[in-house]
C-alpha cells in the first residue's frame, strides 16, 4: 500500500475546508478610527474593503442625498471623501450633518465598481452617530450592481415626517 505524504490532507478534506470557507459569511473590515464629532452633528460612516468601490448615500431632512455626485446639501450634509479602487484599505467615507437638522435620515449603500475580479458580494461596516442616540453599528452586505436605497433610516429630534 502507498503512503500519502505527510504534508497532504485526506482525500475530500481539502473539498470540505473549502466549501466551508466558501459558505462563511463575508466580514466587514473593521474601520479607522473617527474623529470626535460635535454633539449636535450627525456621522453617517461606510467602511469597505480593498476588492470594492461601494458608494455611501444619506438622504436628509431636507430630501437631497449626498453622496459622489452631490458632495454637500442644502441642509448641511457633506460627504468627506468618494473612496474608490486606489485608495487605502480598508476605506471609509463617511456623511457629517454638523448642527443636524431635526427630521428623517436614510442611508443607502451602492455596489457598482469592482476593484478585483469576480467579486459578487460585498460585505460593509455602517456606524451612525447622531444626538440623543446611542451610537449604533450595522453590519451586511451588497451584491454587485445592487444599489441598496434603504439599507436603514432613523430620526433625529421632531422634525418633518
Known sequence: MARRPAHTAPPGLALSLALAC????????????????????????????????????????????????????????????????????????????PAAPAGLYRVGVDFMVRCADGVERAPYALSIEAPGRAPQRLEGEVAFGVFEARVTEFRIGGGPP
Open 22 to 97: 466558501a459558505a462563511a459569511p463575508l466580514a466587514p473590515p473593521d474601520p479607522p478610527p473617527a474623529p470626535p464629532l460635535d454633539p449636535e452633528s450627525v456621522r453617517v460612516r461606510l467602511v469597505f474593503d480593498a476588492s470594492v468601490d461601494l458608494d455611501l448615500y444619506v438622504t436628509g431632512p431636507s430630501q437631497e442625498t449626498v453622496y459622489f455626485g452631490n458632495a454637500r446639501s442644502r441642509d448641511g450634509g457633506e460627504l468627506d471623501a468618494d473612496r474608490r479602487c486606489d485608495s487605502p484599505a480598508p476605506r471609509a467615507e463617511s456623511v457629517t450633518f
